[in-house]
């Protein structure tokens, strides 16, 4: 998915941390999810994500080209028991009936901002 943000004042970049924000709890929620169903667990508390984002303000040649930079991981984090270690579990890749790419930008834009306001600056293409 790419997503393409065009802050133009101090406002629209209030929005961009608004609209970032929501798309990395909806990619927790997402992961969290799948994990409960695959894995078994008992509750999506039990599965631990990691997420990093970055606002990216230029391109290679140093023109303005403000753009969000996702590190996540492929599984989430798992206690096997109590006092025990965290242990990594894979997560097969989402399948296009379940966390496709046009659900998210739904889901982020329903929790951020977007809904509200007359003229959106974040574009989702597919």
């Known amino acids: 998915m790419i997503c393409a943000v065009r802050p133009s004042n ?3 970049c209030v929005r961009c941390s608004e609209v970032a924000s929501a798309f990395v709890g909806e990619l927790g929620r997402s992961l969290k999810r799948r ?31 403000v753009h ?12 096997e028991d109590e006092d025990g270690p965290l242990v990594l579990h894979a997560l097969p890749t989402p399948t296009h009936a379940g966390a496709s790419s046009k659900v998210l930008p739904q889901l982020v834009a329903k929790r951020s901002s977007l809904g ?8 989702f293409m597919a």
């Open 10 to 12: 101090v406002e629209d």
């Open 35 to 65: 994990a409960k169903s695959i894995l078994g667990l008992a509750s999506v508390v039990d599965a631990h994500t990691g997420v990093v984002l970055s606002i990216q303000r230029t391109d290679s040649s140093l023109r303005l080209n």
């Open 68 to 79: 969000a930079r996702v590190l996540a991981l492929d599984g989430v984090y798992v206690g």
């Open 116 to 123: 509200v306001r007359n003229r959106p600056i974040v574009y």
